[in-house]
Nanobody
Framework: VQLQAFGGGLVQAWGFLRLSCTASERAFGANDMAWFRQAPGKEREFVAG????????YYSDSVKGQFTISRDIPKNTWYLQMNGLKPEDTASHYC??????????????????????WGQGTLVTVSS
């Protein structure tokens, strides 16, 4: 499956952006999915995740209350609404989805290793 991520750009502090990620195959639209980000010189980190069978969404402490993850299963598309952006949110943002239709446990949502399909990254730059 190919993932196409869109929506990055340059925004001023306290602005907002909505990232989108679309899968090339319909079957992946409902699978476990997450957004990660990587700032220059730093490791890739978990941002937000959504599991196959819904329920709670998951967020890193740094974006909780600020970002919202959602999905449109018929469109094979996931979204990351980012509000109140800060300069420290500047990073390339990556979407990732699991090939397996088996739902992962909640404690694994933020692990890079559980996702085997990755998008190309979309750069978010927040100016102060």
């Amino acid at each position: 499956v190919q993932l196409q991520a869109f929506g990055g750009g340059l925004v001023q502090a306290w602005g907002f952006l909505r990232l989108s990620c679309t899968a090339s195959e319909r079957a992946f639209g409902a699978n476990d999915m997450a957004w990660f980000r990587q700032a220059p010189g730093k490791e890739r980190e978990f941002v937000a995740g959504i599991r196959r069978y819904g329920g709670n969404n998951y967020y890193s402490d740094s974006v909780k209350g600020q970002f919202t993850i959602s999905r449109d299963i018929p469109k094979n598309t996931w979204y990351l609404q980012m509000n109140g952006l800060k300069p420290e949110d500047t990073a390339s943002h990556y979407c990732a989805v699991r090939s397996s239709s088996n739902q992962i446990i909640s404690s694994a949502v933020g692990r890079l290793s559980v996702y085997d399909n990755w998008g190309q990254g979309t750069l978010v730059t927040v100016s102060s």
